[in-house]
């Protein structure tokens, strides 16, 4: 059972390095595939797996490896205006996976049991989750977008593009850096995570191995 466990730790390690690569950028910010491979832990794992899993992924980056989006390695990855939201990924893994476990003991199921009004349940759950990454990525993101610099000119245009016309610096900046991401990360990464989940954790049970 451990090795199992361990097993899938590392291939959501992986699935995050992986996903990184498929990104396209709306101005400076890459926007990636992460969110699926980071609420896939949560749902998946256990809890100290599921942090395990995305803190080895910011070890691996600080060694030099190159698994950021662009292929990029090094802790300048982390430092930079892009790093808060790396930086939440083990926390909103970890809350993920302890708001699954609460859910699925609540109504008496295993993750293979999922029906849809379930999986819906997840999906507003994994909102919740993921608030540490957006968080942190709007407060790191704002510490180097302050008014006059490239990014801040770029936050304003995006958001005045979108008819979101702001006069208060910190909700245009929450917009650029959070808002404009939201619905495609939880509408298509998390959704996909959560039936990926229901789908490995069904496999397993078909073939008789125990769930993580």
């Known amino acids: 059972m451990r090795e199992l466990k361990l097993a899938l730790m590392v291939m959501c390690t992986t699935l995050t390095a992986i996903a990184a690569q498929f990104k396209f950028y709306i101005g400076p910010i890459p926007y990636t595939m992460q969110n699926f491979a980071v609420i896939l832990s949560g749902t998946l794992l256990s809890p100290i797996y599921a942090f395990s899993s995305q803190l ?6 600080c060694l030099g490896l190159p698994i950021a989006a662009g292929f990029r390695g090094g802790i300048h990855v982390l430092l930079g205006y892009t790093g808060g939201y790396l930086m939440g990924f083990p926390i909103t893994a970890l809350l993920m996976s302890l708001l699954t476990r609460i859910y699925l003991k609540s109504r008496n199921k ?3 049991e999922l029906s849809r009004s379930d999986i819906v349940a997840l999906l507003l759950l994994s909102i919740i989750a993921a ?3 957006y968080i942190l990525g709007f407060i790191v993101f704002c510490y180097y977008a302050v008014p006059g610099t490239s990014l801040f000119q770029w936050a304003s245009s995006v958001t005045s593009s979108l008819g979101l016309n702001f006069d208060n610096p910190l909700l245009l900046l929450f917009a650029a850096s959070v808002l404009i991401f939201l619905p495609q990360d939880v509408l298509m990464d998390h959704l996909l995570a959560i039936i990926l989940a229901y789908n ?4 397993l049970k078909v073939k008789g191995v125990a769930t993580p």
Do not use: N, V
């Open 56 to 61: 080895l992924y910011l070890l691996l980056i």
């Open 110 to 112: 295993q993750l293979y």
């Open 200 to 203: 490995i954790t069904k496999t």
């Open 131 to 133: 608030l540490p990454t």
